[in-house]
């Protein structure tokens, strides 16, 4: 398996990750376990932004820019509901 294929899914996994820790921590009943899963997110999104990083200056995980008026389309939609 090639290395950008083992990042990629690594990045997949530590979202899961991520996306659970966020359900936790909504949903907990206390303020320990609110904490916990927190601390446990906020350590999760570390490690995914510096997975995003190195895949980004490897050019392994590309993005495009988004024209303007396409990004103005869109404010203007959600603003005048």
């Known amino acids: 398996m090639q290395d950008k294929d083992l ?8 979202k ?8 936790g921590s909504i949903e907990s009943t206390t ?8 601390d446990a997110l906020n350590e999760s999104l570390d490690i995914q932004n510096k997975i995003y990083n190195l895949m980004s ?12 008026t396409k990004i103005d389309t869109v404010k203007q939609k ?3 509901n």
């Open 7 to 14: 990042m990629e899914k690594e990045l997949l996994i530590i």
């Open 16 to 23: 899961g990750v991520c996306d659970l820790y966020l359900h």
């Open 31 to 38: 303020a320990e376990v609110h904490t916990a899963f927190k």
């Open 57 to 68: 200056e490897k050019g392994w995980y590309k993005t495009e820019n988004v024209e303007q």
């Open 78 to 80: 959600f603003t005048s």
